[in-house]
C-alpha cells in the first residue's frame, strides 16, 4: 500500500475508521456457520459473489476436481483463505482487497469475532440541518 511505501518500518498497523465500519456491517451480514477452521491458523470465510458454500469449496480444495476453468473461476471468487499464522498483524486474506492492501473487512471483522478488536460504538442517527418542523396538534386534520 502506499501507506506502508511512506512509512516502511511502521511499528504498529492502523485501521482507517471507514474499515472499521465496512467490517462491523460484514460481521453482521455473514453467515457464521459459513466460515470454517481450515487449519490451525487458516479459515474459509465466504465472498459476497459465491456460487458455492464454503463446504463444498473446501472439499473441491482439497481434490482439485475443477471440471472446467469457468468452474474453477467461480470456485475461486466463492470463498477466500484468511491466514494468521504470523505473530503480528495484519492477518492476510485472498480476497481482491485483501491482495492489494495490508488490511481488508474480513481481516478486520474476524479480529472483531475473536474479541481481540472492539467493535466501534454505534451512533444515532443526527437530525438534519436547519430549524425542526413545527410539531401539530394531536387530533388536528392534515
Given at each position: 500500500?502506499?501507506?506502508?511505501?511512506?512509512?516502511p518500518f511502521a511499528?504498529?498497523?492502523?485501521?482507517?475508521?471507514?474499515?472499521?465500519?465496512?467490517?462491523?456491517?460484514?460481521?453482521?451480514?455473514?453467515?457464521?456457520?459459513?466460515?470454517?477452521?481450515?487449519?490451525?491458523?487458516?479459515?474459509?470465510?465466504?465472498?459476497?459473489?459465491?456460487?458455492?458454500?464454503?463446504?463444498?469449496?473446501?472439499?473441491?480444495?482439497?481434490?482439485?476436481?475443477?471440471?472446467?476453468?469457468?468452474h474453477f473461476k467461480?470456485?475461486?471468487?466463492?470463498?477466500?483463505?484468511?491466514?494468521?499464522?504470523?505473530?503480528?498483524?495484519?492477518?492476510?486474506?485472498?480476497?481482491?482487497?485483501?491482495?492489494?492492501?495490508?488490511?481488508?473487512?474480513?481481516?478486520?471483522?474476524?479480529?472483531?469475532?475473536?474479541?481481540?478488536?472492539?467493535?466501534?460504538?454505534?451512533?444515532?442517527?443526527?437530525?438534519?440541518?436547519?430549524?425542526?418542523?413545527?410539531?401539530?396538534?394531536?387530533?388536528?386534520?392534515?
Amino acid at each position: 500500500s502506499i501507506l506502508n511505501e511512506q512509512t516502511p518500518f511502521a511499528t504498529h498497523i492502523t485501521y482507517k475508521d471507514d474499515l472499521d465500519l465496512e467490517a462491523v456491517e460484514w460481521v453482521k451480514k455473514v453467515d457464521k456457520t459459513q466460515i470454517l477452521q481450515l487449519t490451525t491458523f487458516n479459515f474459509v470465510i465466504p465472498s459476497k459473489d459465491r456460487k458455492m458454500n464454503t463446504s463444498t469449496w473446501v472439499n473441491l480444495l482439497h481434490s482439485m476436481a475443477w471440471d472446467s476453468y469457468d468452474h474453477f473461476k467461480g470456485w475461486l471468487h466463492s470463498a477466500g483463505l484468511l491466514d494468521f499464522s504470523r505473530f503480528l498483524l495484519p492477518i492476510f486474506c485472498t480476497c481482491r482487497y485483501g491482495l492489494k492492501e495490508f488490511a481488508c473487512v474480513h481481516a478486520v471483522g474476524m479480529m472483531m469475532l475473536w474479541g481481540t478488536r472492539q467493535m466501534p460504538q454505534e451512533t444515532g442517527n443526527r437530525r438534519g440541518k436547519g430549524r425542526p418542523k413545527k410539531v401539530k396538534y394531536a387530533l388536528s386534520k392534515d
